[in-house]
């Protein structure tokens, strides 16, 4: 079955610096690749995701890059900000099944 | 409109006793999920509801646990003779259908077993 693994499990940046999460999947026709936000308390949230079909995705600061050859993903945040401070969970739904299998999180401090 | 809800918010259980946790998906929602996150930790799937296939049983980690989905909406998780261990985050979601559709969680159900 696909497994998921995540790094790093934990990430410190400074304000303004970017951060980069990366993912890899083990099955290679997986084809959905989300990413959700979990804040401290709260429920993780999506906050970007990619399709097997493209190669990279932006949405304001939040970057996604998928390599389906290597079969590895990355979040890329630019310009951090204390906000951007949770945990970060990747994830894959393999080609036969409906079911997102997840990453174990990365937790990202963003120091003022 | 009404998002993924849980109940109850918490709920603090002697061990040995049975507890019931429910979940009310987005309507229309044909997918709905179960996990447990421990203290810290990442999201531990236990159970999968997809409309009226037979669920996906694969993430129970003991004959204590069950869920079902009536009617195809709300679904029940069933922890028998709770054990310390099982003290987590039970978090449900739901979703338009399978696989690429965004997952819409609910707040949690935090167990405690005394």
């Known amino acids: 079955g696909e497994n998921v693994e995540q790094h790093p499990s934990t990430l410190s940046v400074q304000e303004g610096d970017s951060a980069v999460i990366k993912c890899t999947y083990s099955?290679?026709?997986?084809?959905?690749f989300p990413w959700y936000k979990q804040e401290l308390g709260k429920r993780p949230q999506l906050i970007i995701d990619i399709r097997s079909n493209v190669g990279e995705k932006k949405d304001q600061r939040i970057a996604v890059t998928l390599n389906k050859t290597a079969k590895h993903f990355s979040l890329h945040i630019t310009e951090t900000q204390p906000e951007d401070s949770a945990v970060y969970f990747c994830?894959?739904?393999?080609?036969?099944?409906?079911?997102?299998?997840f990453g174990t999180g990365t937790r990202l401090q963003v120091f003022p | 409109g009404a998002g993924v809800s849980q109940s109850p918010s918490n709920k603090v259980t002697e061990k040995g006793k049975d507890v019931e946790l429910r979940c009310d998906p987005i309507?229309?929602?044909?997918?709905l999920y179960w996990y447990r996150q421990s203290l810290g930790q990442g999201l531990e799937f236990l159970i999968y509801?997809?409309?009226?296939?037979?669920?996906?049983k694969s993430g129970l980690p003991s004959d204590r646990f069950s869920a079902e989905r009536t009617g195809g909406s709300v679904s029940t998780l069933t922890i028998q003779r709770t054990q310390q261990e099982d003290s987590a985050v039970y978090l449900c979601a739901s979703q338009m259908a399978g696989g690429t559709y965004e997952q819409y969680f609910g707040p949690g159900t935090r167990l405690t077993v005394t």
């Open positions: 509801f997809q409309g009226n296939s037979a669920p996906d």
């Open positions: 099955d290679s026709a997986s084809n959905y």
């Open positions: 309507s229309g929602h044909t997918a």
């Open positions: 994830a894959a739904t393999p080609y036969n099944t409906d079911k997102l299998i």
